[in-house]
């Protein structure tokens, strides 16, 4: 069998999914925009318990990605801790406060129907 060779957004998907993991980001939702959207192939959202985790898990996230894949991500409303948006380019990484994300239901509104557009 071929080992399947991983597109760039694909291994920065599987880092962003392990940082996430590794730093204990909660109820992580991957939702795959191709035909959805020209902004990113692949988004995921999560929560922090607090908003210290929240900024904690975006800080960190972004140097991974900085010193794994050596991209400089966008990063967004670090400074309040109720929701970091982190554009890596071919992945867009959304961290909430449970509360924040309960509020905005981002994924409910992508993943509600298959023709969704942007």
């Known amino acids: 069998m071929g080992k399947h060779l991983e597109t760039p957004s694909e291994k920065m998907l599987a880092l962003i999914l392990k940082s996430l993991d590794e730093n204990k980001a909660e109820d992580v939702v991957q939702i795959d925009l191709r035909g959805k959207s020209s902004i990113a192939d692949q988004m995921v959202v999560c929560s922090g318990r607090s908003s210290r985790q929240v900024t904690a898990l975006a800080e960190k996230l972004a140097e991974e990605i900085k ?9 967004e409303g670090k400074e309040t801790g109720d929701w970091v948006l982190i554009d890596a380019g071919d992945v867009i990484v959304h961290i909430f406060r449970p509360e924040v994300r309960e509020f905005y239901q981002l994924e409910k509104m992508w993943m509600a129907s298959p023709s969704a557009t942007a």
Request: hydrophobic share 45%; aromatic share 0%; net charge negative.
């Open 67 to 75: 010193h794994d894949l050596d991209v400089i991500s966008k990063i």
